[in-house]
């Protein structure tokens, strides 16, 4: 292979990333506050609650399936921290007369009813064999519907400080948000690389036949995937909940298709099998990074869906570009 | 009119380190049925497939009518007047019949300016088709809605629709009942006397006495000659079709076989009633037996079935002396089973990890810290010592498994059983696809388990590894169980006459 090639190479296989790059270091140079520490700060926590959403997808990506109900599950813990963690004296508090709940239960409720759906979801997929893409697309519109009868369609606030205090508070300078979310990338790292579920993992992302052949429980390996990428939903409703003050039914609506992209832009493959935690922290981080560019350059909402959507599309091309190439 | 309907003629064909045909004749007789013969892989499949123009054959001329013909694929094949009923019939069973029949040439009607399908001329003519082999089903009907045999038959009658001169059927009974066979050979009969010629593939003695008559023999991609079935003796032909003098070298066999019964199978039987029947043997402690067949005989679906990749309605398995449900892979490794697939591809590698992740995927339950943590260091020694054992060409233990040789590929998977010190390790073609040198190496890593007292199933086609391996050999056919011969009596010509005891 001659040097010539091998760049080509590396452009193509990384060229989505090399391009968003140029953009951000275009927007950074032509607009002053980009690089701020106040916009940096801004970004790592935008991108802390998407990147804990993405490490749970991720998992559903490796082995050749995927989680639409995401985003609805983001929503509806969102919503259920929202109504147990208002304050006392707020007028439109929705369960008038219950006391001030543990934070540390509230999630944990919020963690419980996800993972029920997530187990429903790694039910539907391992044992009624159901394509994951219809069985995730069905939970979302079960979720979505649940969200509404729980909370009427009230828009939830007047939050308790030290609920919100998780999202705008700071050790040393740094993030709540940034620092949950780096433990829980560390912890996923280890189950990703030092845990027999995490080898299962890639083994049915390989090659699901197998993985069965070898011994590989596979549907409890899936179970267990849905329920931890529904128990990192959670987490991240109850965050994205503290930092916005307020939750309503539409909060995380589409959250799930930003983090597949995310997945893919970073390398997670849609063929099953490749992904490393460090490609969703890239993926999302650079994804993030671009919805703040196109910000800071202006371009209106509207354009930005459009942009957001061509390079979803791209991505995913040039990822099933490498898997062919491999045949 | 020329002598035959068909030539063949000094066809070859090679595939990257194979002769799949050496220089291989055929001639077909107009209106006569032609019956072409040769062992699993003497490369009657690849011949067809050079006719149908699936393959770019690189010497040889085909001649229909006495005019040469170039073919360069399936459809043009079609429209010269050659049609094949394959093995496995790949129809669209959710359309109907006629659309099956019409299906890529659709009768068009206009309408205004838009061609449409003609749905009523199609189901007339599939209809008048259909009667004139003597077939009258609905055109109508849903094609999943027949049987097998009744599927074949429309495909008949779709060749004899495109006026067909030739017809291959390419082992069309292997899944027909007597009634059924009945009903093909009538229509066959029906065909040669309107002069269509066909080419009868299949391993049946008695049906090539009923139906052919001429034969072609074909042996490791040689041609050997062409008979009237009236001139040749069934044990000519099966001398003829395995007449070649062993030239694969075998490592010595080690009388290493004891009488300690490791594995025994009860009568089982398959869920599917088409599968393996009533199968009873016993498997003895450092005992390498061969499990020998044609395609079809449903070796693999009998070792699949014991491994708990596949349901049993009825049988036992015993394993040490005590009965065990095999009902999934994870019951069977934990009976002390390890099962090195056929379709390595498919169920063998994983094809996007690396060798390590490939090695060790089936054992990391012995490699628990805490019973939780992975002890990635002992991983990867027992990695490092599979590699080293067997072997195992590769840069790095971290090189992914489908960059690999097939040869250094399977004996990853081999380490993948040998990690989980399996009492019983079942081998379903272990050396297919595999460079000579590196057979040598797995049939000697076959006869050091053996040494150790593992116990070893191996299934294949090779006759020629099947008696240079094996300390006793089963033979299959249909299904069944048809004999048992000890190593040291087995010739290809005993064993090919249990493999075709119909």
């Not at chain 1, 979720?143 to 040393?172: E, Q």
């Not at chain 1, 011994?215 to 931890?228: A, L, P």
């Not at chain 2, 959710?94 to 009523?120: C, F, Q, S």
């Not at chain 2, 943590?373 to 002992?378: H, T």
């Amino acid at each position: 292979m001659t040097k010539k090639t091998d760049i080509k190479k590396i452009l193509l296989d990384n060229g989505i990333i090399l391009v968003l790059l140029l953009l951000v270091l275009v927007t950074g140079i032509t607009k002053d506050n980009f690089f701020s520490l106040n916009n940096l700060s801004n970004i790592s926590v935008n991108t802390a609650a998407r990147v804990i959403i993405a490490f749970g997808v991720s998992g559903c990506l490796i082995t050749r399936g995927t989680d639409l109900s995401a985003g609805r599950q983001v929503g509806l813990s969102a919503c259920i921290a929202g109504t147990l963690l208002q304050s006392a004296d707020y007028s439109g508090k929705f369960f008038k007369g219950v006391g001030d709940l543990p934070i540390p239960l509230v999630l944990l409720t919020c963690i419980l009813v996800c993972c029920i759906f997530g187990m429903i979801n790694g039910i539907v997929i391992s044992w009624l064999n159901v394509p994951a893409f219809i069985g995730t697309l069905g939970m979302q519109l079960v979720v979505y519907g649940i969200c509404l009868v729980y909370t009427k369609a009230t828009p939830l606030g007047g939050y308790r400080r030290a609920y919100t205090t998780i999202a705008t508070g700071r050790l040393f300078g740094i993030p709540y948000m940034f620092i949950i979310a780096f433990a829980i990338g560390l912890l996923m790292w280890f189950i990703y690389n030092y845990t027999r579920h995490g080898k299962y993992m890639y083994a049915i992302g390989g090659n699901e036949a197998a993985a069965e052949v070898s011994g590989v429980n596979v549907k409890k390996t899936k179970i267990i995937i849905y329920m931890t990428a529904a128990a990192l939903y959670a987490v991240a409703g109850f965050l994205l909940g503290a930092k916005s003050g307020g939750a309503s039914v539409n909060m995380g609506n589409g959250y799930e298709l930003e983090a597949i992209a995310a997945c893919t832009i970073g390398g997670v493959s849609v063929n099953g099998g490749i992904g490393r935690i460090s490609s969703v922290v890239i993926g999302v981080l650079v994804f993030e990074l671009l919805k703040s560019s196109m910000q800071f350059l202006g371009i209106p909402t509207d354009y930005q869906y459009i942009v957001q959507g061509v390079v979803i599309i791209v991505a995913i091309a040039l990822d099933i570009r490498k898997y062919i190439a491999k045949k | 009119m020329a002598e035959y309907r068909l030539e063949m003629k000094g066809v070859s064909k090679s595939f990257p380190g194979v002769k799949a045909l050496d220089k291989i004749n055929l001639k077909v007789r107009p209106g006569s049925v032609h019956a072409l013969m040769g062992e699993n892989g003497a490369g009657k499949s690849t011949l067809m497939k050079c006719l149908f123009g699936i393959y770019k054959m690189d010497e040889g001329e085909i001649f229909l009518d006495g005019e040469k013909l170039q073919i360069l694929n399936p459809n043009d094949a079609l429209h010269k007047g050659l049609a094949m009923v394959h093995q496995e019939l790949q129809p669209i069973p959710e359309r109907t019949i006629a659309e099956n029949m019409y299906l890529g040439r659709y009768p068009m009607a206009g309408m205004g300016p838009l061609k449409v399908i003609d749905h009523k001329k199609m189901n007339q003519e599939a209809a008048f088709w259909l009667d004139n082999v003597k077939m009258p089903y609905d055109p109508k009907a849903k094609l999943g809605s027949l049987s097998i045999a009744q599927m074949q038959s429309v495909e008949i009658a779709k060749a004899v629709s495109m006026s067909a001169k030739v017809v291959i059927l390419d082992e069309p009974t292997s899944s027909l009942t007597d009634n059924e066979v009945e009903a093909l050979f009538r229509i066959v009969r029906d065909l040669k006397t309107r002069g269509v010629s066909m080419i009868y593939i299949s391993h049946k003695m008695a049906e090539i006495r009923e139906i052919a008559d001429d034969i072609t023999i074909m042996r490791d991609g040689t041609y050997v000659g062409t008979w009237e079935v009236k001139d040749i003796s069934d044990d000519e032909i099966v001398r003829q079709m395995v007449g070649r003098e062993l030239t694969n070298v075998y490592p010595p066999q080690e009388a290493t076989a004891t009488d300690e019964v490791i594995l025994e199978v009860k009568n089982l039987c398959s869920i599917n009633s088409r599968s393996f029947q009533n199968v009873s043997f016993q498997l003895r402690k450092g005992e390498i037996l061969g499990f020998g067949g044609l395609v079809g005989a449903q070796r693999t679906e009998l070792m699949e079935a014991v491994f708990g990749m596949r349901g049993i309605r009825s049988g036992e398995v015993i394993v040490n002396g005590r009965q065990v449900q095999i009902t999934r892979p994870r019951d069977a490794i934990k009976d002390g089973i390890g099962m090195i697939t056929e379709d390595r591809r498919g169920t063998g590698i994983l094809g996007c990890l690396s060798i390590a992740d490939n090695v060790s995927i089936s054992s990391l339950n012995h490699y628990l810290k805490a019973g939780l943590v992975l002890d990635l260091k002992e991983i990867e020694e027992l990695v490092d010592e599979n590699v080293a054992k067997l072997s195992i060409k590769t840069p790095s233990n971290r090189t992914l498994i489908q960059s690999l040789s097939g040869g250094n590929q399977q004996k990853v998977i081999i380490s993948r059983w040998l990690a989980n010190n399996p009492d019983v390790l079942i081998m379903d073609e272990p050396t297919r696809g595999i460079d000579v040198g590196a057979k040598y190496e797995i049939y000697q890593i076959m006869i050091n388990l053996a040494r150790q007292g593992k116990a070893i199933i191996m299934i294949s086609s090779e006759m020629p590894e099947l008696i240079g391996m094996s300390h006793r050999i089963m033979v299959m056919c249909g299904g069944r169980l048809t004999g048992e011969v000890s190593g040291h009596e087995a010739t290809q010509e005993n064993i090919m006459s249990l493999a075709t005891r119909f």
